[in-house]
């Protein structure tokens, strides 16, 4: 499903209208977004939590050339699905 498919669903199941539903799609996306970047994580009870993790150093090794190379340590995004996601989905 892609951002538009998603737009227009939710369109549908509440009865706003596209540019409306585009709006709070964003909206909410922006929200998760601007939690993460400040350290916050973002929790729907029942549905799961966003939140960021560490990701240390590691060595790699680059594919062409077969050469390693140093990764640098980095923060990721990570979602962890709920109980209530998780039984919806069985």
């Known amino acids: 499903m892609t951002k538009s498919d998603f737009v227009d669903k939710v369109a549908d199941t509440s009865g706003l209208s596209k ?3 585009g ?3 964003e909206a909410v996306l922006k929200s998760i977004e601007d939690t993460l970047r400040s350290g916050e994580d973002v929790s729907f ?4 939590k966003f939140h960021v993790a560490q990701r240390g150093a590691r060595e790699g090794r680059n594919p062409r ?3 390693t ?3 640098a340590a980095s ?4 979602f962890t ?5 998780k039984k919806a989905i069985k």
């Open 69 to 71: 190379m140093q990764i």
């Open 23 to 25: 709006s709070a799609v």
């Open 45 to 48: 009870t029942g549905f799961g």
């Open 75 to 78: 923060k990721v995004p990570r």
């Open 65 to 67: 050339t077969g050469e």
């Open 81 to 85: 699905a709920g109980s209530g996601l």
């Open 19 to 21: 540019k409306d539903a």
